[in-house]
T-cell receptor, first 116, second 113 residues
Framework: KAGVTQTPRYLIKTRGQQVTLSCSPISGHRSVSWYQQTPGQGLQFLFEYFSETQRNKGNFPGRFSGRQFSNSRSEMNVSTLELGDSALYLC???????????????FGSGTQLSVL | GESVGLHLPTLSVQEGDNSIINCAYSNSASDYFIWYKQESGKGPQFIIDIRSNMDKRQGQRVTVLLNKTVKHLSLQIAATQPGDSAVYFCAENGGGATNKLIFGTGTLLAVQP
């Protein structure tokens, strides 16, 4: 079974631009979460989607948004990029049968975003 | 932020020895915990999880211990191998119905041949 797939693997953008990152969860997994990883702040939760609805949100500004499609694939968008948005963005999926919580979370390899 | 980026603690062990990685979690309401391994250039890899109704759980070469009294988790790796060299993170759910995980700062495990 294929793991969580994230594209692209690397991105370079300039300040003020916007970016869209893509995530395909493990087949059959219905919950998708996004995390930001930086050397200074570590791993921080951005948001979680289940059944095309945002179920939980972390403490990030509104420039960070996401969505989930009917096939469970997810995208996240960052608008008006700032230098501090440079990070590894990780997507994770879990089975969430019948919307269950607190299940194993499996991560993709991430998208490394550099903002110049 | 909830995960503070501090200097990454390092545990150096000899190949074949047992490793113990410790983690102090922050929220007494947390009832689900996971250990992850992250190698350079890769995403976190699931190792083992434990719920608060247990105090010990074993996997292949790994054991997780949970002490809720002092809010402490540990990951024991038996017969450590060079391939175990990585950063190890503990994560907690903060309690309740959520898939949000709060990660610790991580520990770098360096296995000496």
């Amino acid at each position: 079974k294929a793991g969580v797939t994230q594209t692209p693997r690397y991105l370079i953008k300039t300040r003020g631009q916007q970016v869209t990152l893509s995530c395909s969860p493990i087949s059959g997994h219905r919950s998708v979460s996004w995390y930001q990883q930086t050397p200074g702040q570590g791993l921080q939760f951005l948001f979680e989607y289940f059944s095309e609805t945002q179920r939980n949100k972390g403490n990030f500004p509104g420039r960070f948004s996401g969505r989930q499609f009917s096939n469970s694939r997810s995208e996240m968008n960052v608008s008006t990029l700032e230098l501090g948005d440079s990070a590894l963005y990780l997507c994770a999926s879990s089975l969430s049968t019948r919307g269950a919580y607190n299940e194993k979370l499996f991560f993709g390899s991430g998208t490394q975003l550099s903002v110049l | 932020g909830e995960s503070v980026g501090l200097h990454l603690p390092t545990l150096s062990v000899q190949e074949g020895d047992n490793s113990i990685i410790n983690c102090a979690y922050s929220n007494s309401a947390s009832d689900y915990f996971i250990w992850y391994k992250q190698e350079s250039g890769k995403g976190p890899q699931f190792i083992i999880d434990i719920r608060s109704n247990m105090d010990k759980r074993q996997g292949q070469r790994v054991t997780v211990l949970l002490n809720k009294t002092v809010k402490h988790l540990s990951l024991q790796i038996a017969a450590t191998q060079p391939g175990d060299s990585a950063v190890y993170f503990c994560a907690e759910n903060g309690g309740g119905a959520t898939n949000k995980l709060i990660f610790g700062t991580g520990t770098l495990l360096a296995v000496q041949p």
